[in-house]
């Protein structure tokens, strides 16, 4: 019996013109996002999350994987002013 917070149970309903592609779908939340422009941007943290960074860009590569951004996500790296920060 589900208490509404595990719908394993229940199959999605996905509109039937909506296109999937053949990949794995990864949701990154605004943190992880931050820590992998470190990579990117010099940060003094860079080599810490060099391993996501590496294994997120060889997946995209590949096209095995895609990483698709949230509004909520975008929203709040559209309210950060510095541009540098925004890397």
Known sequence: MSDGRNRADVPYAIPCNLRIPD????YLDLNHW???SKCKSGHKDRQRYSGAFDACAAAVDEGSALFPISLSTMM?????RDPQQRL
């Open 34 to 36: 931050i820590n992998l």
């Open 76 to 80: 709040e790296i559209n309210a950060i």
């Open 23 to 26: 990949l794995c779908l990864v």
